[in-house]
């Protein structure tokens, strides 16, 4: 069974940086892609960040050049690395996975969210 566990959330400074993880249990299976999504309080999710195996990522252009995602594939962890946080940046966070089994099935996945606030 997969699941996934988003730690690293919390209050920050405007300015600050946080480093989000994401750790998917379970066995049998490969990145396919991995992203971030947030969701700010009467908004609608939008992608953070998104990383495809092979290809190289794509940033929601409100992040680019403060925020950085990355994988490790023998760790299954997925991480988001953000700096110069802003208080619009202020949101829950949430891991997403695609995986694929090595029978050949393949499945999108999302963690529970973490909280991220930022403080003026």
């Known amino acids: 069974q997969v699941q996934l566990v988003e730690t690293g959330g919390g209050l920050v400074q405007a300015g600050e940086s946080l480093t989000l993880s994401c750790e998917v249990s379970?066995?049998?299976?490969?990145?396919?892609?991995v992203a971030w999504y947030r969701q700010a309080p009467g908004r609608q999710r939008e992608l953070v960040a998104e990383m495809a195996s092979g290809a190289a990522a794509d940033y929601n252009p409100s992040v680019e050049g403060r925020v950085f995602i990355s994988r490790d594939d023998a760790k299954k962890r997925v991480y988001l690395q953000m700096n110069a946080l802003k208080p619009e940046d202020t949101a829950v966070y949430y891991c997403n996975v695609r995986l694929r089994f090595y029978n050949h099935n393949s499945g999108d996945y999302w963690g529970q969210g973490t909280q991220v606030t930022v403080s003026s």
């Open positions: 379970g066995s049998d299976f490969s990145f396919d892609a």
